[in-house]
Each structure stands twice: as structure tokens, then as C-alpha cells.
């Protein structure tokens, strides 16, 4: 009976609340924030009609209200609706990319070399750019500025050459990236130098870089280089000087491309790895729905963490990245070892690990984005020269990757004394 009640009660309150006006008022903001973000009106239909037939169907979950639970559906959505990126593992590989001329493909050469030098990896470039006399020198200082590798010949005018030749100078290097001409058109000269350069490379990645301002030629674009060699992965460029990249996000979807990273400025260091979530915060810079948007993914992350999830499986690296993100929302982590148990388990905690700030959570979490995913799921690996690599590529030092290491050992031990049971649910207060 208790039951029943329980459903006649969850009825009442969803049928009662959900407002079929406040859903239409809110897909048609949503409509507006996609179409002036030059995403194409099919990709827009598709969202909000997902996000319409969801938001009047199915449940308010009690710990939102109604507005919270439409705006969770709308987030949800607009993830799917935009799709995960293009995750490249810090290992080794060839990358190479393609582009219309102006697209970025120079400049994004450099910064994705240096993006993959910072994070450990020997990182090299090759120019294949000998269409336009420029390029040559362009990437060469790009590369000499940042301590890059660079291959290139003045001299040869076949590309597949020169990419031969790179190739086998750089055979130790473990990352190379490959720049190749852009013209004004994807005209049967380049088609062909493309695939003969991709054929000789066999590159593991191959990006289409793609100017964000092109909006909805994007689609086109992307599709004549991808029947042309295959893509693997969309770099959009100059995110910084439109809030058009919607176009360029709509031909990625429309192929079932992924977006891997973004240019954000001129500068080398204006590049980032595409994230979804921070995507859609920006493609929908609108206070009200900002500011519940960061509610639900407060929300949203907390119920990732589960700590009894944390119990059966292995305890990695991994975890503590997803407390870490946990305990920033929740305040410092003496608080939430407070919380713990921790005086029955037997351990000692020092104190400088009662003081791990929300600084040193940071630097943490920097440390692990310069691991590798082996690392990652599997410490035991990290000896002191690896050590010293991941200090180098998070701009810490080896002290802090030791004080990291240090940190997931004591938590692991209180993990697995827990798992042992003795001590029950895991009773941190705050988490759900
Ligand atoms: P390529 O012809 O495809 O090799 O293009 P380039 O790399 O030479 O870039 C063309 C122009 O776009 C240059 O002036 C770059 O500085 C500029 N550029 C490239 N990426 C970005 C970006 O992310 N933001 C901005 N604002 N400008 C960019
Ligand atoms: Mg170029």
C-alpha cells in the first residue's frame, strides 16, 4: 500500500508541475542560443525535439524541482546532441592534417606539437606545404620558438617526398605531426597529393582543420575530405573571433566525425581539447541557463561518484581525479577527511595531507593530465624517471608527483580497508 502511495504521490507531482508552456518557452531559448550559434536548423530540430518529448514524459527525480529537471534533460541532450570528442591517447602517432587554405592547418600544427610536448611526449613536425613558399618558414620558426622538431625541404617540390623523408629523420619521435597544402578549393591536384601523402604516411589520425567562421559550408567542406581520405577527427579554429563554430559542429555530426580539439587565438598556446560539457556552457553563455547548468553538472558528477563503486572495483588514479573534482564543489579535503572513519582504520594521516588545499588539488589534477593512461590505471608503473617526465610535462615538480603518489596510497588503504566491511556503508556525509 505504502507503494502505491509513493506512486500516486510521484504522479501528482510531476503531472501538476510539469508545465507544458515553461517546456516550449525554454526549448525555443535553447532554439534561439543554437541557430545564432550557426548550428543547422535539421541539428536544431533534432535536439529540442528530444528534449521536448523528454521534459513532458518522463519523471521529475526528487532531487530536482521542475525547472532543474527540464534543464537537466535540456544539458543531457545537447551532450548527445553534440557527441564525445576525440580522445588521442599520449602515445605514439602520426597526425596528419588537411584543410582549405587560411583554414589554420600552419598554426594548428604547432600548437597540437606543443600541446603534446607539454604533456611529455617528443614531439615533431613536418611541413608538406610546398604550394605556398611560406609555409616552409612559417612552421620552422613556429617549431624553433617552442623546441619542436621540424623536418622540411626547400628545395623539393613533391610532397609524398618530403614526407617520406620526414618520416624516416623522425623515426624516434613520438609524436609527428604533418602539414599539408591548402588551397582555395578542394580541386583534383590537392585531392590527389592527399591521398598519395596519406597512403605513404598511413597516418593513425587524420584532422580535418576547419575555420569556425564557415558555418554552414562546413558540412560540404567536411564531407569532400572525408570521401576523399577518411577523417578521423575535426579541429575547429578561431573559436575566438565567432560564436558561429555551431556550423562546423553540425558537419562533424552530420558525418558522425568526432571534434578533437579547438583553436581558441593566434597564439600557440590558444588551443584546448575539445570538451563537450564546457562546449555546451559556451554555446549557451545565457546567465539563467548557465548558472543551472553548472547546478546539474554539480549534480550530474556527484552521481558519478559513488563510493561504494569505489569499493569493488580497483582503485585507481582515475578515482582520485573524480574526488578530487568531488571535494572542489565540496571545500577542503581536511573537512572531508574529517567525514572518514579514519581513526578506527588504524592509519596514520600526516598533516600536510590534512592540508591538501584546493591548490594542491588543482596541481593534482594537472599532474594526472600529464600522466599517460597506463600510468593512470596502473601507478605501480610511474619509477622515478617517469616521474620526472610527468613533473616536467604538468610544470610541477618531482616532489609533487611524489606527494600525489603518496596521497592515492593512503587512499587506496583506506579503500581497502573498507572493502573489507568493517566498517559498512561508507558513511561521508554530503555525498549521495
Ligand atoms: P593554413 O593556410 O591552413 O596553414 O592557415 P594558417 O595556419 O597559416 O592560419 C591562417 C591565419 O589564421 C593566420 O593568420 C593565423 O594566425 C590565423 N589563425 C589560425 N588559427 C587561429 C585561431 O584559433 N584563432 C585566431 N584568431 N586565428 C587563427
Ligand atoms: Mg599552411
Redesign the pocket.
Do not use: C
Given at each position: 500500500a505504502l507503494e502505491a502511495l509513493k506512486d500516486v504521490v510521484r504522479k501528482i507531482k510531476s503531472s501538476s508541475s510539469i508545465d507544458k508552456y515553461l517546456v516550449e518557452e525554454i526549448v525555443r531559448d535553447i532554439q534561439r542560443a543554437l541557430l545564432r550559434a550557426d548550428v543547422n536548423v535539421r541539428h536544431v530540430k533534432q535536439i529540442s525535439d528530444a528534449i521536448k518529448k523528454r521534459a513532458l514524459s518522463e519523471d521529475v527525480l526528487p532531487t530536482f524541482n521542475v525547472r532543474e529537471h527540464i534543464i537537466k534533460i535540456v544539458y543531457e541532450e545537447l551532450m548527445r546532441g553534440i557527441g564525445e570528442g576525440l580522445d588521442i591517447p599520449l602515445k605514439k602517432a602520426k597526425i596528419m592534417l588537411v584543410?582549405l587554405?587560411?583554414?589554420?592547418?600552419?598554426?594548428?600544427t604547432a600548437k597540437m606539437a606543443k600541446y603534446f610536448k607539454d604533456k611529455g611526449l617528443k614531439a615533431g613536425v613536418i611541413t608538406a606545404d610546398t604550394w605556398r613558399p611560406a609555409a616552409y618558414d612559417?612552421l620552422k620558426q613556429l617549431a624553433e620558438a617552442y623546441d619542436i622538431g621540424f623536418y622540411g625541404d626547400k628545395n623539393e617540390k613533391d610532397a609524398v617526398k618530403i614526407v617520406r623523408d620526414g618520416l624516416e629523420k623522425m623515426k624516434d619521435y613520438d609524436i609527428i605531426i604533418i602539414d599539408t597544402a591548402?588551397r582555395h578549393a578542394l580541386e583534383e591536384g590537392l585531392i590527389n597529393e592527399m591521398i598519395e601523402i596519406s597512403r605513404v604516411a598511413n597516418p593513425d589520425y587524420k584532422l580535418l582543420?576547419l575555420d569556425a567562421a564557415i558555418g554552414q559550408l562546413a558540412s560540404t567542406q567536411a564531407k569532400r575530405f572525408h570521401d576523399a581520405i577518411g577523417i578521423d577527427g575535426i579541429v575547429i579554429?578561431?573559436?575566438?573571433?565567432t560564436a558561429k563554430g555551431g556550423g562546423a559542429l553540425s558537419a562533424a555530426r552530420e558525418i558522425g566525425i568526432p571534434i578533437a580539439f579547438l583553436?581558441?587565438?593566434?597564439k600557440v598556446e590558444?588551443f584546448e581539447k575539445f570538451d563537450p560539457a564546457g562546449f555546451v556552457s559556451r554555446l549557451l553563455g545565457m546567465g539563467d541557463i548557465k548558472a543551472l547548468l553548472e547546478k546539474v553538472e554539480r549534480v550530474v558528477q556527484q552521481e558519478d561518484l559513488d563510493p561504494e563503486a569505489f569499493l569493488k572495483g580497483n582503485f585507481t588514479l582515475k578515482d582520485v581525479y573524480k574526488q578530487i573534482e568531488a571535494m572542489r564543489k565540496m571545500g577542503p579535503v581536511s573537512k572531508i577527511i574529517e567525514m572518514l572513519p579514519l581513526g578506527g582504520l588504524g592509519l596514520k594521516i600526516d598533516d600536510d595531507m590534512m592540508e591538501a588545499t584546493q591548490e594542491k588539488m588543482q596541481k593534482f589534477k594537472y599532474i594526472m593530465d600529464s600522466m599517460t593512461e597506463e600510468e593512470i590505471t596502473n601507478p605501480a608503473i610511474i619509477d622515478s624517471s617517469r616521474i620526472r617526465r610527468i613533473a616536467i610535462g604538468s610544470g610541477t615538480s618531482p616532489q609533487d608527483v611524489k606527494e600525489l603518489l603518496k596521497y592515492y596510497k593512503t587512499m587506496k588503504s583506506v579503500m581497502k580497508k573498507m572493502k573489507k566491511g568493517k566498517f559498512g556503508k561508507l558513511p561521508i556525509k554530503g555525498f549521495p
Amino acid at each position: 500500500a505504502l507503494e502505491a502511495l509513493k506512486d500516486v504521490v510521484r504522479k501528482i507531482k510531476s503531472s501538476s508541475s510539469i508545465d507544458k508552456y515553461l517546456v516550449e518557452e525554454i526549448v525555443r531559448d535553447i532554439q534561439r542560443a543554437l541557430l545564432r550559434a550557426d548550428v543547422n536548423v535539421r541539428h536544431v530540430k533534432q535536439i529540442s525535439d528530444a528534449i521536448k518529448k523528454r521534459a513532458l514524459s518522463e519523471d521529475v527525480l526528487p532531487t530536482f524541482n521542475v525547472r532543474e529537471h527540464i534543464i537537466k534533460i535540456v544539458y543531457e541532450e545537447l551532450m548527445r546532441g553534440i557527441g564525445e570528442g576525440l580522445d588521442i591517447p599520449l602515445k605514439k602517432a602520426k597526425i596528419m592534417l588537411v584543410g582549405l587554405q587560411g583554414s589554420g592547418k600552419t598554426t594548428t600544427t604547432a600548437k597540437m606539437a606543443k600541446y603534446f610536448k607539454d604533456k611529455g611526449l617528443k614531439a615533431g613536425v613536418i611541413t608538406a606545404d610546398t604550394w605556398r613558399p611560406a609555409a616552409y618558414d612559417q612552421l620552422k620558426q613556429l617549431a624553433e620558438a617552442y623546441d619542436i622538431g621540424f623536418y622540411g625541404d626547400k628545395n623539393e617540390k613533391d610532397a609524398v617526398k618530403i614526407v617520406r623523408d620526414g618520416l624516416e629523420k623522425m623515426k624516434d619521435y613520438d609524436i609527428i605531426i604533418i602539414d599539408t597544402a591548402g588551397r582555395h578549393a578542394l580541386e583534383e591536384g590537392l585531392i590527389n597529393e592527399m591521398i598519395e601523402i596519406s597512403r605513404v604516411a598511413n597516418p593513425d589520425y587524420k584532422l580535418l582543420v576547419l575555420d569556425a567562421a564557415i558555418g554552414q559550408l562546413a558540412s560540404t567542406q567536411a564531407k569532400r575530405f572525408h570521401d576523399a581520405i577518411g577523417i578521423d577527427g575535426i579541429v575547429i579554429t578561431k573559436f575566438d573571433g565567432t560564436a558561429k563554430g555551431g556550423g562546423a559542429l553540425s558537419a562533424a555530426r552530420e558525418i558522425g566525425i568526432p571534434i578533437a580539439f579547438l583553436g581558441t587565438g593566434e597564439k600557440v598556446e590558444d588551443f584546448e581539447k575539445f570538451d563537450p560539457a564546457g562546449f555546451v556552457s559556451r554555446l549557451l553563455g545565457m546567465g539563467d541557463i548557465k548558472a543551472l547548468l553548472e547546478k546539474v553538472e554539480r549534480v550530474v558528477q556527484q552521481e558519478d561518484l559513488d563510493p561504494e563503486a569505489f569499493l569493488k572495483g580497483n582503485f585507481t588514479l582515475k578515482d582520485v581525479y573524480k574526488q578530487i573534482e568531488a571535494m572542489r564543489k565540496m571545500g577542503p579535503v581536511s573537512k572531508i577527511i574529517e567525514m572518514l572513519p579514519l581513526g578506527g582504520l588504524g592509519l596514520k594521516i600526516d598533516d600536510d595531507m590534512m592540508e591538501a588545499t584546493q591548490e594542491k588539488m588543482q596541481k593534482f589534477k594537472y599532474i594526472m593530465d600529464s600522466m599517460t593512461e597506463e600510468e593512470i590505471t596502473n601507478p605501480a608503473i610511474i619509477d622515478s624517471s617517469r616521474i620526472r617526465r610527468i613533473a616536467i610535462g604538468s610544470g610541477t615538480s618531482p616532489q609533487d608527483v611524489k606527494e600525489l603518489l603518496k596521497y592515492y596510497k593512503t587512499m587506496k588503504s583506506v579503500m581497502k580497508k573498507m572493502k573489507k566491511g568493517k566498517f559498512g556503508k561508507l558513511p561521508i556525509k554530503g555525498f549521495p
